[in-house]
């Protein structure tokens, strides 16, 4: 599967997405990014806490024509669908085929996603960090930024640090082998417009859904490994699909997936071998959001150079932005201009 689809596993043979982008860039607030540079850490928030309150929904609706599709051509070989006059005589039946495939997608949602029930999802906990690929055909962003991020920090202005691809790459790889992890994957997201990536999405998926709709009948553990990637990957696939109206933002993102202490009470032989990674909360919008902190200790982020976003006292955040970094790192000031 493409990486647009999949995201790069983090593994020391993924080096095509450092190649295509060799720089990312990560737009934040002088306080984040205060906090980022004396901690040496980037946040990862659970999928359900995205900014963008489409995040948990937008996947829904982009899989739903292909679950209802695929129901309409395999229904009689599920009972629970089969069943009762009106749809052996054809009536009602696409109504009833898409109601279906709609509820099977909210009780995925409510059940593996719900961040108030983090704790009960043992494989599809997914916290995720967004930053953008300005690439071929960028060179204005690569210097000064986008302005739609940009505007979203209003009169006080933002910064963007951008990252060299390869060496964050690197820290995630030791990331991973310093914490127990599902998974973890760094990416380009799957656009709710890109019907051939979302065909990938639900094919790949079709074994969890003939056990979905066969009834969730208890599985011998020789079929449960033929769902349980499936399952993953599913999960994998809904926490990197994003509304196609942020398309500009061309966003990479790093996604992790910790293994849980209620994971291993569930399946007692998972091995364990590395600590657990601390799961966190932080007050958002009067709601608390997991989230959890990677890397820390003494190794720097591998920031290449900052820009400073337009805002009323640019130069003030540049300078502030200097004060924070070490001499070998530029720091330089948007030339887009501030509208107050």
């Not at 040496?40 to 806490?49: K, L």
């Not at 127990?180 to 065909?199: A, H, M, P, Q, R």
């Not at 091995?271 to 601390?278: D, H, S």
């Not at 300078?319 to 070998?328: P, T, Y």
């Amino acid at each position: 599967m493409p990486d647009a689809y999949w995201g790069t596993p983090l593994t020391g043979a993924s080096t095509d997405l450092a190649a295509e982008f060799p720089e990312l860039f990560h737009y934040t607030s002088i306080a984040g990014m205060s906090g980022m540079v004396e901690t040496n850490s980037i946040w990862c928030t659970h999928y359900t806490g995205m900014n963008d309150a489409s995040e948990a929904s937008v996947w829904k609706d982009a899989l739903l024509p292909h679950l209802s599709q695929w129901l309409d051509k395999n229904w009689r070989r599920f009972p629970s669908l089969a069943s009762g006059p009106a749809v052996a005589l054809g009536q009602n039946r696409e109504r009833r085929i898409e109601d279906a495939a709609r509820a099977e997608l909210d009780h995925i949602s409510s059940i593996w996603l719900a961040s108030d029930r983090v704790d009960l999802a043992p494989i599809v906990n997914p916290f995720v960090s967004s930053l953008c690929a300005h690439g071929k055909g960028r060179a204005y962003e690569q210097a000064h930024g986008l302005l739609s991020q940009w505007r979203g920090y209003g009169k006080e202005g933002g910064v963007c640090l951008v990252f060299d691809t390869r060496k964050l790459m690197d820290m995630l790889l030791d990331e991973l082998s310093a914490f127990e992890y599902v998974f973890g994957t760094i990416g380009t997201v799957c656009y709710s417009d890109n019907d051939e990536l979302l065909t990938q999405v639900f094919e790949a998926a079709i074994p969890f859904f003939e056990f979905v709709f066969s009834g969730r009948k208890p599985l011998p553990k020789k079929q449960f490994l033929k769902i349980k990637d499936p399952m993953l990957r599913l999960a994998m696939a809904i926490a990197n699909i994003k509304h196609a109206a942020f398309k500009e933002e061309s966003e990479i993102r790093i996604m992790m997936t910790p293994v849980l202490t209620t994971e291993v009470e569930l399946v007692p032989d998972v091995p364990i071998t590395l600590p657990f990674k601390q799961i966190r909360h932080r007050t958002v919008r009067d709601r608390q959001v997991p989230f959890i902190s990677l890397f820390g200790g003494s190794s720097r982020l591998p920031i290449k150079r900052v820009i400073v976003g337009p805002a009323a006292r640019q130069k003030r955040n540049a300078h502030i932005a200097r004060g924070m970094l070490s001499a070998d790192i530029e720091v330089t000031a948007s030339a887009t201009p501030f509208i107050g």
